[in-house]
């Protein structure tokens, strides 16, 4: 079996809750992975402009590596559906450990976006 490397493409340490409730934090690896977006003006509504983001090129995400698991933001990982070796800090309200003032400490699991 190939042992794992998790490598942290965002630049904030991730905290997360293992199997066996130990809490690992992995840390950025100092590479930034983005997806870069345009947004052009489609309507205005009762004063409002309503503007429509669309989604582009994404930089930052090296090629697939036989045993690594990249962690993105849901953006990255939303725009690389077919990267089977992407996850992303699972941020659902009920995935989430926080503190008394609702700020988050950890995270109960990875999230994937991939297309099977």
Not at 6 to 33: C, M, Y
Request: hydrophobic residues 35%; aromatic residues 8%; neutral net charge.
């Amino acid at each position: 079996m190939v042992e794992i490397k998790f490598v942290n493409l965002t630049r904030h340490f991730i905290n997360i809750k293992k199997s066996d409730g130990s809490i690992e934090s992995i840390p950025p690896d100092g590479r930034q992975a983005r997806v870069y977006s345009d947004q052009a003006k489609i309507t205005n509504l009762n004063g409002f402009d309503v503007v429509q983001t669309r989604w582009g090129t994404v930089a930052g995400v090296p090629e697939p590596s036989e045993g690594v698991i990249y962690i993105t933001s849901s953006l990255v990982a939303m725009a690389l559906p077919e990267r089977k070796d992407i996850v992303t800090p699972n941020t659902h309200p009920r995935a989430k450990i926080s503190d008394g003032d609702g700020n988050t400490e950890a995270v109960k699991s990875f999230q994937c976006f991939w297309r099977c």
